[in-house]
């Protein structure tokens, strides 16, 4: 009797942990399963490039000629179209906030959320405080790869948002100087 207990338990847990792994993945996604994948490999030797697929809305992190690493992203929304071409990161700051994007805050109160600098005026007594881009890394003007909102369609300003997950491992690969080349 006891073995055929201990047979009907080892089936029992051999048909829940493979369970309990897919109910991991499901839980905490694919991207999280990647990013495991990822820091266990490392990085492959190589030149670091990206490539920006503006269509499939994904950003790719290649080393050595293969790729290492995805993203899904968001681009610029229309008007503030995220151009096709060919770039280099020219800057890279972990902690950076807009120039730009932002809110006006007076006493720790909001007196102006979704700001711009250029078209609302400055309310009096107020301070401009950007909005976080953490992870940054800029490819022309004001536009680079950043953690930010993915709402599953083009909606930034012209940046390159994906998650904090992905942002934070892209910007440890990538160098001043890493090609990035934005597709349609």
């Given at each position: 009797m006891?073995r055929?207990?201990?047979?009907k338990?080892f ?6 942990a ?28 190589g ?9 499939a ?25 995220t151009?096709p ?6 800057q890279?700051?972990e ?5 730009i994007?932002g809110?006006?805050v ?6 102006k959320?979704d ?22 890394m ?8 950043h ?22 491992r ?11 080349r934005?597709?349609?």
């Open positions: 006891f055929a207990f201990r047979q338990l089936t029992f847990t051999t048909l829940i493979p369970a309990g792994a897919l109910a991991a993945f499901l839980i905490t996604g694919c991207a999280e399963v990647e990013n495991t994948v990822y820091d266990i490999k490392g990085l492959p030797p030149k670091v490039s990206l490539v920006v697929d503006l269509t809305q994904e950003a790719y992190l290649y080393a050595g000629g293969q790729l290492a690493l995805k993203a899904t992203i968001s681009t610029g929304r229309e008007g503030y179209n151009s071409g060919r770039y280099k990161v020219i890279k700051d902690d950076h906030r807009s120039s994007y809110e006006y007076k006493d720790g109160i909001v007196l959320p700001a711009n600098v250029y078209k609302d005026p400055k309310p009096k007594g107020a301070q401009f405080i950007g909005a976080p881009m953490p992870y940054f800029r490819i022309y003007d004001g536009v680079g790869l953690e930010g909102d993915l709402p599953g369609y083009p909606a930034s300003h012209g940046c390159i948002r994906m998650p904090g997950s992905k942002a934070r892209f910007f440890a690969a990538v160098r001043l100087g890493t090609p990035v934005v597709v349609k």
